[in-house]
């Protein structure tokens, strides 16, 4: 098992090489980069002012069902100040084919190293502070044993191009529903196993403190209300169930990253599987093979004994060479 990072290494490189450099010696750096469901980062830096990056970022295309203040999840704003504070300022509007930019102060940052590459670290996470808005804000006011104020009771969180999960807040806990869709028929039907089997290990003693976890067919009760698009998914439903012990401290962000990359995570998986399977299977006929090479009979060829050479004749030949 492995649990995708929620930093993006990419931009976190270029940040920590842009602070330990020297300004006389910065050079213009205009690239893109691509992360796994389709996020985007479009990053710059210019001579003229080294020390400032400029950070836009493009997120999966939402679905209807999504909402959307000005092209961010809800609670997307306020998640940036308060992540960044002074080191950010947003420019607004975003640059033609992203939905937010940045402009990135690094001389604002702390100078304790400890502090100055956690916020790095914390830069370097923008997806996860962006897309990831809507859900801490729900699960924050769990951790308060509270409901968000003018909220639906079943929000769509978007997480992949056109594919949203839905949360249905309560004052003791957050239901999170993921339909799981995959178009490879193949994928579905692994997908559909692993599922089955990742619901049968969280029952295991060792994880009896870990949100509790559910896979079905059907839509479950908590996606009523939700769009018919919504109510379809080849490889079924899985529900999690999170308790305010959960969120408590240091787990509210670990929680909200595995909860965001879920599908993510489970793509990933069976994408391994299914290379595993292949590399399985290859091995598999190639021993076949070489079991059949070694029980092809030899060739006919000439021997030497005592001096003469022989040939192995066939059982008609033999009859008629005694016969004379």
């Known amino acids: 098992m492995i649990l995708l990072q929620s930093p993006s290494r990419f931009l976190l490189q270029i940040l920590q090489d842009r602070v330990?450099?020297?300004p006389d010696k910065g050079m213009d750096i205009d690239c893109h980069t691509v992360e796994f469901d389709d996020v985007r980062y479009h990053i710059q830096f210019s001579m003229r002012n080294p020390k400032v990056m400029v950070l836009s970022v493009s997120l999966p295309v939402p679905p209807p069902e999504a909402v959307?203040?000005?092209?961010?999840?809800?609670?997307?704003?306020?998640?940036?100040?308060?992540a960044y504070g002074a080191v950010v300022q947003i420019l607004d509007p975003p640059k033609d084919?992203?939905?937010?930019?940045?402009?990135?102060?690094?001389?604002?940052?702390?100078?304790?190293?400890?502090?100055?590459?956690?916020?790095?670290?914390?830069?370097?996470?923008?997806r996860e502070v962006v897309l990831g808005a809507p859900l801490k804000v729900f699960l924050k006011h769990l951790?308060?044993?509270?409901?968000?104020?003018d909220m639906d009771q079943l929000a769509a969180v978007v997480h992949r191009p056109?594919?949203?999960?839905?949360?249905?807040?309560?004052?003791?806990?957050?239901t999170i529903v993921y339909p799981m869709r995959f178009q490879d028929s193949i994928d579905i039907v692994l997908a559909t196993s692993f599922l089955q089997e990742?619901?049968?290990?969280?029952?295991?003693?060792?994880?009896s403190n870990a949100?509790?976890?559910?896979?079905?067919?059907?839509?479950?009760l908590?996606?009523?209300?939700?769009?018919?698009?919504?109510?379809?998914?080849?490889?079924?439903?899985?529900?999690?169930?999170?308790?305010?012990?959960h969120v408590e401290g240091k787990k509210l962000d670990k929680t909200v990253w595995s909860l965001l990359t879920f599908h993510a995570y489970v793509s990933y998986h069976v994408k391994c599987s299914e290379g595993f399977m292949h590399t399985r299977m290859r091995r598999r006929v190639e021993s076949l093979i070489q079991a059949l090479d070694r029980a092809k009979p030899d060739v006919e060829k000439a021997k030497l004994l005592q001096g003469r050479s022989f040939k192995r004749l066939s059982l008609k030949e033999g009859r008629n060479s005694s016969n004379s």
């Open 20 to 22: 330990l450099s020297t």
């Open 68 to 82: 959307f203040y000005d092209g961010l999840p809800f609670g997307a704003i306020e998640a940036i100040k308060a």
């Open 97 to 126: 084919g992203f939905n937010l930019t940045m402009k990135i102060n690094l001389t604002k940052l702390p100078t304790d190293e400890e502090q100055r590459h956690a916020i790095l670290v914390k830069l370097a996470s923008i």
């Open 143 to 149: 951790g308060t044993k509270t409901v968000a104020p």
């Open 162 to 174: 056109n594919e949203s999960f839905f949360i249905s807040p309560q004052v003791d806990k957050v």
């Open 198 to 207: 990742f619901v049968e290990a969280r029952r295991t003693a060792a994880l």
């Open 211 to 220: 949100p509790s976890c559910m896979w079905s067919a059907t839509p479950p």
């Open 222 to 245: 908590e996606m009523k209300g939700a769009p018919a698009n919504a109510l379809t998914a080849n490889a079924g439903f899985v529900t999690f169930v999170v308790f305010p012990r």
